[in-house]
Structure formats: C-alpha cells, structure tokens
C-alpha cells in the first residue's frame, strides 16, 4: 500500500517527534516513544525511547529507563540503560544500576548503585519491533487471562 520513500518519510517524522511531560502531571504506566522525551513531572513506570530523554530537576521517576541518550537533573529509582550517553547533572540522583557506552558526571550528581560502561547494551525495540518472531513477523502480543 505504501512505497519504501512514503515509509522513510512516516519514520523521520515518528522520530523527529517531541514529547514533554509537564511539572505536576503524574503517569502510572510505561512509556515508549521513538522521539525525544522531557518529563518534569512522575512517571511510575518503565521509560523507552529511540532517541533523547530528559528528565528535568522536578522529574520523578520509579521504573527502569532504557533510551539512546539521556540527561537527568531528577531523581530515578530503578535501572537505567544508555545506548550511547549519559548526562547525570548535578541535581541528579539515581537510586539504581547504570548501563552505558559513555557517561559524564557532574559535580553534585550522585547514584547508588554498580555502573557499567563501554558494553553493549540491548537494543531498544517500541512497539510490533518488541514483539517480532525469529522470521521477522509481527506477531500479536498475547496477554494470559485466568479463569475465576
């Protein structure tokens, strides 16, 4: 239905997309995006993105983070992967494990946690890509239902 040039152009304005999260909002549930992401507020859940992440100084997040660059200025209670870089500004505090190619730390950041660099980390597949078959295929993601 679509040609291969109408497919590029849908995908670079997938990934050039902006999102922002705003200071007082909270989010219970996970995240996932293929542009950049600034989150002031509180996100209680997992947060991936294809691209840029940006938690802001009032940005409260409790989950894993997994993002191709990341800069933080709030606090983070859970595991955060980094595909290539990391910013951890000086207001930054992340209670939780770091996996990363590259990181800077300024003054007055601080992490509790083991810190992992130059390693490959996984990659980031959002939506039917996180849920491809061995050939290749979308396959529909299946939620088990019990009986009661």
Same mark, same amino acid.
């Given at each position: 239905?679509?040609?291969?040039?109408?497919?590029?152009?849908?995908?670079?304005?997938?990934?050039?997309?902006?999102?922002?999260?705003?200071?007082?909002?909270?989010?219970? %549930? @996970? =995240?996932? #995006?293929?542009?950049? /992401?600034?989150?002031? !507020?509180?996100?209680?859940?997992?947060?991936?993105?294809k691209?840029?992440?940006?938690l802001?100084?009032?940005?409260?997040?409790?989950?894993?983070?997994?993002?191709?660059?990341?800069?933080?200025?709030g606090?983070?209670?859970?595991?955060?992967?980094?595909?290539?870089?990391?910013?951890?500004?000086?207001?930054?505090?992340?209670? %939780? @494990? =770091?996996? #990363?190619?590259?990181? /800077?730390?300024?003054? !007055?950041?601080?992490?509790?946690?083991?810190?992992?660099?130059g390693?490959?980390?996984?990659?980031?597949?959002?939506?039917?890509?996180?849920?491809?078959?061995?050939?290749?295929?979308?396959?529909?993601?299946?939620?088990?239902?019990?009986?009661?």
């Open positions: 239905m679509f040609n291969k040039k109408q497919d590029k152009i849908m995908a670079q304005d997938i990934t050039s997309s902006s999102n922002t999260v705003g200071k007082g909002t909270t989010i219970n %549930g @996970d =995240i996932e #995006t293929f542009g950049n /992401i600034r989150i002031d !507020g509180k996100v209680m859940g997992n947060i991936k993105t691209s840029k992440l940006v802001g100084s009032t940005s409260h997040i409790e989950g894993n983070v997994l993002s191709q660059n990341a800069e933080i200025e606090e983070v209670k859970g595991i955060v992967e980094i595909t290539e870089l990391l910013v951890l500004k000086p207001s930054a505090v992340v209670h %939780g @494990d =770091i996996i #990363t190619n590259k990181m /800077i730390v300024e003054s !007055g950041a601080t992490f509790n946690g083991s810190c992992k660099m390693v490959s980390t996984k990659t980031i597949k959002i939506g039917e890509e996180a849920v491809k078959d061995s050939n290749g295929q979308a396959t529909p993601k299946i939620k088990e239902a019990k009986a009661v």
